[in-house]
């Protein structure tokens, strides 16, 4: 059974840089064709596809967040992480880690992040 569990402030102030990161057990996030991927989901709104790193490596982000996201892993504690930059309020949301990307095969528990001053 793959398990995946976000870490991370549940508050960030406006301007900053939003940091979660993901564990995963169950699974080696280096192996398989396998897609690790960051969504959200804001109050009242569906699911925003926010980016992925793939077992390879390789990393993609959706246009719309391009500018403002980061993710990588740390192979040697099988974690990856997103880093979302120059955080507003827009971006207040349920932010989940899972393996696949437009099909969700494992979700995390996720973890609610609150932009606010």
């Known amino acids: 059974q793959v398990q995946l569990q976000e870490s991370g402030p549940g508050a960030v102030k406006p301007s900053k840089t939003l940091s979660l990161i993901c564990s995963v057990d169950?699974?080696?996030?280096?192996?398989?064709?396998?897609?690790w991927s960051w969504i959200r989901q804001p109050p009242g709104k569906g699911t925003e596809w926010i980016g992925y790193?793939?077992?390879?490596?390789?990393?993609y982000y959706s246009p719309s967040l391009e500018s403002r996201t980061t993710i990588w892993r740390d192979t040697s504690k099988n974690q990856f992480t997103l880093h979302l930059s120059s955080m507003t309020p827009e971006d207040t949301a349920m932010y989940y880690c899972?393996?696949?990307?437009?099909?969700?095969?494992?979700w995390g528990r996720g973890i609610q992040v609150t932009v606010s001053s």
């Open positions: 899972v393996r696949g990307w437009g099909e969700v095969e494992y």
């Open positions: 790193i793939d077992s390879s490596g390789k990393v």
């Open positions: 169950g699974d080696d996030i280096t192996t398989g064709d396998f897609r």
